[in-house]
């Protein structure tokens, strides 16, 4: 899947290839891993603002007794997530697979060490920034987040947001990584991603088949992952991105298919949770 900067890849939505779905659910042992914000909740103005689209929550709420596993794995803090997505069961991955809510509690991956302590110092350097209007700073333990959806110039919010990063000591000692979304994120510099957290999902819960579904560059890791794990593993799986104003092109070149927005989200979960239940039933009829 090569893209070229003179080639834009044209990828098929899967509600039309949905029989390569049932084959993979009659695989034993199916996972649905799925990003939250733009995916299974529309993109809000701010973080707190996003909801839950009521049918993804209905069809995930069933889904998760009648698969292997039912995961969402987002860059919020896994607490936040827990509490936005609100269904037992699921298993939650937060902070871009650094952090996993593991009985009652949550719990950072050992390689992220001492930089909760570099993220609070990098947050404080950066609060000459909230002076302007729109800029919301995050900070998630592991990792922070600046948000400049709000701002009315967005290019000049990025332009000031990246001089100020250029000027902070605890900022160089970390990864910025720029999301399609208006937000730029402050990652510990470590091998842990969306992507690792999907091959320790895969292995953790043995799984024979799945699929993920993200809408942004940060999902391009769990893409690739599922991709490794179909070469190097006895599993199957689809890489589906959910196509928006906002889906950055790097996206349409990682995936096999996709779905138009949360509503077709909706649509797709719906017929999974149909279909598992009762696989007898025409797999076409969406």
Known sequence: MKHGSCYIKTVPTILEHLDLVEQLLKRSRFGLITDADGTISPTAP????ARVSPLCYRYLSILRNQLALV??????????L????????VQYV?????ERWIDDHSEFTKEVGGYP????????????????????IENKGITATIHYRLCRDHRAAKRDIMAVLSNSASAK?????????YAINLLPPVEVSKGTAVLELIKEYDLRSGVYLGDDITDID???ALRSACHDMDFRGLAIGIAGPEMPEELTAEVNFTLNGVRDVERFLEWMSRTTAQPSKDSTNV
Do not use: C, W, Y
């Not at 000692?173 to 979304?181: A, C, D, G, T």
């Open 71 to 80: 995961a969402v794995i987002s860059g919020r803090a896994v607490q936040d």
């Open 82 to 89: 827990k509490d936005m997505v609100n269904i037992e069961g």
């Open 173 to 181: 000692s970390l990864r910025i990584m720029q999301e399609n979304k």
């Open 222 to 224: 769990a893409f690739r």
């Open 117 to 136: 302590a570099i993220i609070q110092a990098a947050v404080g350097e950066l609060a000459p920034l909230l002076s302007i209007e729109g800029i919301i």
């Open 46 to 49: 701010t973080p707190q603002q």
């Open 94 to 98: 937060g902070n871009h697979g650094m």
